[in-house]
């Protein structure tokens, strides 16, 4: 049984690479032309890096993987949330899954062939690598979302306050916006990237109200929803938008300082468990340890010696 599996994965490997090495580097098409005296156009002439070669080999593999329209339409979110805009990010989203599907229930077949262990709990843990393959990547796109939505989060209150201060000096919003954009593309890239988005939409012809929306709809953060609800009501209704941004940076910053405080609250309680398995363990060895050595040395010795 070792010997076939690891004749097939050969095999695989070999074909892959094979298959790889056909159509990234041998090139017979360049050798006719040079035979023929023919002139290699431009794109013929570019070298093909392996990363490239790699990524046109995923999303050929996506190809291949029926979805349904709505998961579709979920992951393409999740993708743009977590900063791939690329249209072909899902078919690379996809050709992953169906990769690691693959190799890594080989590596595990591998791994427990020559085990003494029951078949069953064999087949559960090659089992296990397959689903790990499949779901694996829609998992670290999902923490690739939350992350860089905290990121987004991060840089919204420098980004709101330098709006306020922009808005207020005689800036119009689109321009503010842009300004924005600009100062913060260095501390907070997200952020910038997100307002650059919203500036090229409405560029592109895109009203203002549909590009704030479609800005809350990308990013999917709390506090971004609420700016952009504020600045299409300002817009609806005719208020200043100085006046609205002033007040909802003080709304902002007065809801920061009572979550900084409630984690603060919640500091102690949340040390109890590090310190009654962590801390006191190491007190009692120091304490207590020196007299229990001292004990077994000196004083059972002494008590059977009577």
Known sequence: MPIVLSVLVFVFLVLTIAALGM????????????????????????????????????????????????????????????????????????GAKISLAVILPLLATLAVANSASDPANKFLFVLAAVAMGFFGPNEWVKIKSQRRQKQLQRGLSNGLDLLV?????????????????????????????????????????????????????????????????????????GTGVAASLRGHADFMRVQARQVAEEKAAKLGVKLVFPIFFCILPTLFVVTVGPVAVKIVRELIPMMNSI
């Open 165 to 237: 201060v922009c808005v207020e000096s005689g800036l119009g919003l689109d321009q503010a916006v842009v300004q924005v954009a600009k100062e913060l593309e260095h501390a907070h890239p997200e952020i910038s990237e997100e307002f650059t988005m919203v500036t090229l939409e409405m560029k592109a012809g895109k009203r203002r109200v549909e590009a704030l929306r479609n800005l809350a709809e990308r990013t999917g953060v709390d506090d971004l929803k609420k700016l952009v609800a504020v600045l299409i009501q300002a817009d609806r209704f």
């Open 23 to 94: 159509k990234f580097w041998v090139r017979p098409k360049e050798a006719m032309e040079r035979v023929s005296g023919s002139v290699l156009s431009t794109n013929d002439n570019a070298p093909n890096h392996p990363s490239l070669a790699l990524i046109e080999l995923l999303k050929k593999w996506g190809t291949l993987l029926p979805a349904n329209p709505k998961d579709v339409t979920t992951m393409q979110r999740r993708l743009i949330r977590a900063g791939y805009r690329n249209e072909n990010a899902l078919k690379i989203l996809y």
